[in-house]
């Protein structure tokens, strides 16, 4: 008797599985690709946030911008709601676009600057809400302002982005996502470009309107502590491929994938036992024209054994159910 398929997650709004991109360049007179993302799955439910994290060219925006649809994926396929996609252009990338929004990690640069807020939030409305009569459309402006806590409205309507701080911006350019009235919010490195003391601000405006909007939001940094403070669950990407998944806490406090560890060591711990001393890494990250064979991060692992130069290892079961892509959890290895 043939086994029952399990019921689809009607919790999941927005899946990818196996996403590929590679970027053709020309290197002399012969043709090659940047392979920025290799054979990355994800899966984003309503009212969690899951965190993306690496250091800086591991492909975190580049994964966002291929969920958005704004790069054509060289493999793989995204689905919203269970069906496939494959929209960037007129209608279907339109209607796309106003399930799935996207919250750039520069406010300075993502707001005209000649435009005021009204214009700008304006702009949002009619374009996924046309027939918006005055009163209607007056009345969402200012719920959008107050979703946000810029209040009263009525004093920042009418103000251009240079008038406005950083985190101010921030949360218009939060607000102009939430004018498409989303699903689905990819905020890439949301408060990178703030002020310190403003970030955690921001971070639970996001996780308020997470829940109070039932929102399924993917939080793309570098900073592994606001991953473990903020997100749900944490994925942790290493030269365009993801080298372990699974619940924030565990993550963060048991690391299980060696290159997870070496973030945790980099990243300042008052409370950590020993102070801060750092796990050694050799050499640098990759090139990811031509990666080195195996596991990408064996030439920097001080665990590398033989296989690991040569073959890439899946993704095995880690501790805590969690998901680790490196031989030392291969339990079927001979001994």
Known sequence: MAETPPPPDDRVVLSARGLTKHFPVRKGLRRKAVRAVESVDLTLRRGSVVALVGESGSGKSTVARLLAMLHPATAGEVRLRGEPVSARFGRRFRAYCRQVQMIFQDPFASLNPVHTVRYILTRSLRIHHAG???????????????????????????????????????????????????????????????????????????????????????????????????????????????????????????????????????????????????????????????PPPGCRFHPRCPQAMERCRTQAPPALPGPGGRAVACWLYDTEAPE
Not at 200 to 205: D, E, F, Q, R
Not at 273 to 290: F, K, N, Q, V
């Open 132 to 290: 918006l009569s005055t009163p209607e459309l007056t009345a969402r402006l200012a719920g959008l302002l107050e979703q946000v806590h810029l209040t009263p409205p009525e004093r920042y309507l009418d103000k251009f982005p240079h008038e406005l701080s950083g985190g101010q911006r921030q949360r218009v350019s939060i607000a102009r996502a939430l004018g498409a009235g989303p699903s689905v919010l990819l905020a890439d490195e949301p408060v990178s470009m703030l002020d310190v003391s403003i970030r955690l601000g921001v971070l639970n405006l996001l996780r308020e309107l997470t829940t109070e909007l039932d929102l399924a939001v993917l939080y793309i940094t570098h900073d592994i502590a606001s991953a473990r403070y903020f997100a749900d669950t944490t994925v942790v990407m290493y030269a365009g491929e993801i080298v372990e998944s699974g619940d924030s806490e565990a993550v963060t406090q048991d690391p299980a994938h060696p290159y997870t560890r070496l973030l945790i060591a980099s990243a300042p711990d008052p409370d950590r036992p020993g102070g801060d001393r750092e796990i050694p890494a050799r050499g640098e990250p990759p090139s990811l024209i031509t």
